[in-house]
């Protein structure tokens, strides 16, 4: 979520070279009618990465990607970005809708995993290799992702988002919706959050995506326990509890949560941080694996 004057403040993108944000068409089955732009720098690494970057709402995939400085790593780097972008429910994801909390069922989030297998294919990227990550209702679907299809998915970041299946049950996803209980910080025990995950792909034992959790102590629209609660869910799924607490990474104002040995699951907490995007992007592309 996310009020449209915020995207003033976040840093413009600059690219190398002749690449630039690119709308594509006919990429797979599309059951909420999504978009889909792609950036694919000048120079590609041999079985490139890919990144799906979230928007939040009432962005847009060009917005978004003028949002964060991942174009010109992808342009040092040679992977692949993603930006789908929703025209729905004033451009928030449908990460109410239990299709897209359902494995293979329909929404927002099939239409953003047919993306990818799109792109794998297309330009012969690494299947293993592919990361999501996403601001405020970007940052929600980013988990909903993780949940929904865990075999897709690497590694995820979100950034002032929510535990996957946090909206199951409500009657939208937007800053709208009558029923904010879920970015008021609704509460569950690690189990209870752990299920939901199961539950929406039963019977699956394959990896899990490694997750970090970002998010500010001073948002109040998208409040913090939730990213507390979104914590709960991913150290239960890795069997991980917080080890140790870091002040002062990435930058002052941070803390660093460590789960277990920090290869699974860390958060990171803002003091004085409202709901802003709060995007390290070499922090985040070390998580991922791909900068040293």
Request: net charge positive.
């Amino acid at each position: 979520m996310l009020t449209t004057s915020l995207f003033g403040l976040v840093a413009t993108a600059t690219t190398a070279l002749g690449a630039s944000l690119q709308q594509v068409q006919n990429w797979g089955t599309n059951p909420t009618r999504i978009n889909m732009h792609i950036y694919v720098p000048d120079k590609l690494a041999a079985k490139p990465p890919i990144v799906v970057a979230l928007h939040p709402c009432g962005g847009n995939a060009p917005q978004w990607f003028s949002g964060t400085r991942l174009p010109s790593f992808a342009d040092q780097n040679g992977f692949i970005l993603i930006y789908p972008s929703t025209p729905n429910q004033s451009n928030c994801w449908d990460v109410h809708n239990p299709a897209s909390l359902t494995h293979g069922a329909g929404g927002d989030a099939l239409g953003i995993v047919n993306q990818v297998n799109y792109t794998i294919t297309k330009y012969n990227a690494d299947r293993d290799r592919v990361y999501v990550m996403g601001f405020s209702s970007g940052g929600m679907m980013t988990n909903v992702l993780a949940g929904s299809y865990p075999e897709v998915w690497e590694a995820g970041a979100a950034y002032s988002g929510t535990a996957h299946a946090c909206f199951a049950g409500s009657g939208g996803s937007t800053p709208f919706t009558a029923n904010q209980t879920c970015a008021q910080g609704l509460s569950k025990t690690p189990q209870q959050w752990a299920s939901f995950v199961y539950n929406s792909y039963p019977g699956y034992t394959g990896r899990r995506p490694r997750m970090q959790i970002t998010h500010g102590n001073a948002d109040t629209l998208v409040r913090p326990a939730c990213a507390q609660e979104a914590l709960k869910q991913w150290s239960q799924i890795h069997g991980v509890s917080l080890s140790r607490t870091v002040t002062g990474v990435p930058s002052a104002q941070f803390t660093q949560q460590i789960y277990g040995d920090g290869t699974k699951v860390q958060g990171f907490f803002g003091n004085g941080v409202g709901h802003a995007p709060s995007v390290n992007e070499q922090q985040l592309l070390r998580w991922f694996g791909l900068i040293a």
